[in-house]
């Protein structure tokens, strides 16, 4: 395991979080119907590129690099909700529903970026 990939790509997900946020539209209603798509589309593949940032450095077992990458993501989703107290228990499958979703999708991005050696052989 390349606990070096797994570092940066974990790190990557708060830093593309910042470009996010200071990028995409604070207002739907400001912002063009595309570059508003663009943003949400970046939002939700935010843990496929941490994910995939981490298989691709790591250059081996993508997948497990990015379960490993989307479990410190949720993690720290999760403390982040918390102190942002924006945890609504009410809608507790929601959340379970959003976790286990950056989780696939960090997995995805892992397994995706090992795709390059496979087209070698």
């Not at 935010?46 to 379960?67: D, E, F």
């Not at 090992?114 to 070698?120: D, I, N, P, T």
Request: charged share 10%; hydrophobic share 60%; glycine share 6%.
């Amino acid at each position: 395991m390349n606990w070096k990939a797994v570092i940066l790509g974990a790190l990557s997900y708060p830093l593309l979080w910042l470009i996010w946020s200071v990028f995409s539209p604070e207002y739907a209603h400001k912002s063009t119907q595309w570059y508003s798509l663009f943003f949400d589309l970046f939002y939700m593949l935010m843990p496929a590129l941490s994910g995939y940032l981490a298989g691709y450095l790591a250059k081996t077992r993508g997948l497990q690099h990015g379960a490993l990458v989307g479990a410190l993501v949720v993690a720290m989703s999760l403390v982040f909700w918390v102190v942002a107290d924006i945890v609504d228990f009410s809608s507790l499958s929601v959340m379970l529903f959003q976790m286990a979703s950056m989780l696939v999708l960090a997995m995805a991005g892992g397994a995706l970026s090992q795709w390059r050696y496979y087209l070698k052989s």
